[in-house]
């Protein structure tokens, strides 16, 4: 097995070489190199879901800093608001370990419905678990801790140990 290290071109010029069958990259990555084109295959989403939390900047204020909380609620996006909140209650929910495989993604829907799917497995394969619930955006944490609880509920207790 080849050990593949180095930049996005370093790695698909050893895919091209031969010197491995393939590497997964981030599309968000290769669309902002102008590589786009590379990818032979994307995974969605329901398919690979994600770790929680991906893409979504954050930034910490003092709770004290009046000014800079309303500079930034400015420039909030409520759709940011409401994936980061769900995915959070999500993964709060579950509190797996840094070893568990979690994974998280949240969507606004064209009919501005919340859409959130949650995903818990083994690390070897051996069990695998996937859920969606969907609703308001504004009952974002509510979705998220339900969803957590359903997978928790539905998983064999040792995952989360």
Do not use: W
Not at 23 to 52: D, K
Not at 62 to 87: F, Q, S
């Amino acid at each position: 097995m080849a050990v593949l290290r180095g930049n996005v071109q370093t790695r698909l010029a050893r895919v091209k070489a031969g010197a491995c069958d393939a590497s997964l990259l981030a599309l968000a990555g290769l669309r902002r190199l102008g590589l786009e084109a590379e990818a032979s295959l994307v995974l969605e989403v329901e398919r690979m879901v994600p770790a929680a939390g991906q893409g979504i900047v954050g930034v910490t204020v003092r709770a004290d800093d009046r000014e800079l909380r309303e500079l930034l609620a400015a420039i909030e996006d409520p759709e940011a608001r409401a994936v980061a909140t769900a995915e959070r209650a999500l993964l709060a929910e579950l509190d797996g370990s840094c070893r568990t495989p979690i994974g998280g993604y949240a969507r606004l829907c064209p009919d501005g419905t919340l859409h959130l799917t949650g995903l818990v497995a083994r690390a070897d394969g051996s069990f695998l678990l996937r859920r969606s619930l969907h609703g308001a955006p504004a009952d974002a944490a509510r979705l998220g801790a339900a969803l957590g609880k359903h997978l928790r509920a539905d998983s064999p207790r040792d995952l989360f140990a």
